[in-house]
């Protein structure tokens, strides 16, 4: 079993900032890439930041110069630092991962259950 666990959502005014957690656990032998997306209500699930193991970072567009993506390995935990926040970012966020169980495996995509982020006034 394979878990993935967000924490760090919440109500923030506009301009504030949020940092959200997303730690992996259970039967892991290596995880490449790990990132973030969101869901706002009406809307189609979007990526907001992908991080591989190397350290390469992507990012949607409309957050760029305001979020930034990190992971710790050795915690196989992801974090989006979120700052400037804007009430369009609001929308639940969840974290992804691609998990290899076995050395033999093909990595898989896991999903956390999702943190709500509400941007107001």
């Known amino acids: 079993q394979v878990q993935l666990v967000e924490s760090g959502g919440g109500l923030v005014q506009p301009g504030g900032s949020l940092r959200l957690s997303c730690a992996a656990s259970?039967?892991?032998?290596?995880?490449?890439?790990m990132g973030w997306y969101r869901q706002a209500p009406g809307k189609e699930r979007e990526l907001v930041a992908h991080?591989?193991?190397?350290?390469?970072?992507i990012y949607e567009d409309s957050v760029k110069g305001r979020f930034t993506i990190s992971r710790d390995n050795a915690k196989n935990t992801v974090y989006l630092q979120m700052n400037s926040l804007k009430p369009e970012d609001t929308a639940v966020y969840y974290c992804?991962?691609?998990?290899?169980?076995?050395?033999?495996?093909?990595?898989?995509?896991?999903w956390g259950q999702g943190t709500q982020v509400t941007v107001s006034s």
């Open positions: 992804n991962a691609e998990v290899k169980k076995m050395p033999s495996d093909w990595y898989n995509d896991y």
């Open positions: 259970g039967s892991i032998f290596s995880i490449n890439a």
């Open positions: 991080i591989i193991s190397g350290g390469t970072t």
